[in-house]
């Protein structure tokens, strides 16, 4: 028996583990990847049970891309996943069948027509929106020219960007106990989050994303909450986000670091520039400190019950 594997290249650390991606240098090639991801994730929304905020629909960062992860389907199920290192859609059904989509320059309506193709060779049917949500406009997938760039260089970059913003967000969420998203790619904005929740309702949200119904928000912030992220946008390379809904008094004006970090009165966020992590002595400290900095800013003035909802995730360690 032969096997083949792909050329590997050593594992990074430190600051070497970061890369630079400039957003002005791939911006065709995000807003392509964007729609891609957009088809894809809908495959969850239109298979999936709904789960609480529509955590059922995201992708989740892999150690080849992003994926959906398992998707039922009648008796079965199958999963999608796009690998930045082969660069391919992979399709796989629990019937046996698997497919791929290359990942390359082509036009939104081409790689929606062979994903569709490649659902129908496994017997997978799927019934969703053939139009994306929260951009505008709203080109229908089967008649988008416009978006047609793919940078293979640039989108491996931007999957280890999510790479190290997915491992460092990862930690973040073992230091709560209480209700918590995972760490997940939300396709309708493009941005990888993490969201901690108090255990309180929340006023009903007022909506107004773009091509996206105002009860698609209303379910998604029902609950009080403190979010935070990562997406390609905001900086030259990106930015780290953190907000919290709704937005209690005094939380604006909470210190929080590392040195870079601001509240953007613009975007009702604080913001932190993905090259000042990058370029930072030890980005894995640069970003914790935002994260939980952040995080304080919603807890300490939201009035949340902090020592019944953390926890030291190192707390068993002893026992081992």
Not at 9 to 25: E, F, H, I, N, T
Not at 195 to 201: E, N
Request: proline fraction near 8%; glycine fraction near 8%; charged fraction near 20%.
């Amino acid at each position: 028996m032969s096997t083949h594997h792909s050329p590997t290249r050593p594992a990074a650390s430190g600051r070497a583990a970061w890369p630079s991606l400039q957003v002005a240098d791939w911006t065709a090639t995000r807003d392509t990847l964007h729609m891609w991801t957009q088809i894809v994730g809908k495959l969850r929304l239109a298979h999936a049970p709904l789960l609480n905020h529509w955590w059922q629909v995201t992708l989740h960062v892999t150690p080849r891309g992003l994926a959906t992860g398992p998707v039922p389907y009648r008796s079965g199920m199958f999963d999608a996943e796009f690998d930045f290192v082969d660069h391919q859609l992979r399709i796989r059904s629990s019937e046996g069948g698997d497919r791929s989509v290359a990942l390359a320059p082509k036009s939104v309506a081409a790689f929606y027509a062979e994903t569709m193709e490649a659902l129908d060779a496994l017997g997978i049917g799927a019934v969703f929106q053939r139009r994306p949500n929260e951009v505008d406009p709203s080109i229908p997938f089967a008649e988008d020219e416009q978006h047609a760039a793919y940078d293979a260089e640039a989108a491996h970059l931007f999957w280890r960007q999510l790479l190290q913003a997915d491992r460092v967000m990862g930690q973040f969420r073992a230091h709560f106990t209480g209700k918590a998203s995972p760490v997940h790619f939300f396709w309708g904005a493009m941005d990888l989050a993490c969201t901690r929740f108090s255990g309180r309702s929340a006023p009903p949200h007022p909506g107004g994303a773009p091509n996206c119904g105002d009860w698609v928000m209303v379910e998604g912030y029902s609950r009080e909450l403190s979010s935070c992220g990562f997406w390609p946008g905001g900086g030259e390379e990106g930015a780290f986000y953190s907000y919290a809904y709704p937005e209690p008094e005094g939380f604006a004006d909470h210190p929080v670091g590392p040195k870079g970090a601001y509240y953007s009165t613009e975007n009702g966020q604080f913001l932190l520039p993905y090259e000042t992590v990058r370029t930072a002595p030890e980005p894995d400290r640069a970003l914790t400190e935002f994260l939980h900095t952040t995080y304080e800013a919603a807890a300490e003035h939201g009035g949340w019950e902090r020592a019944q909802l953390e926890d030291d995730p190192r707390r068993w360690r002893r026992t081992q």
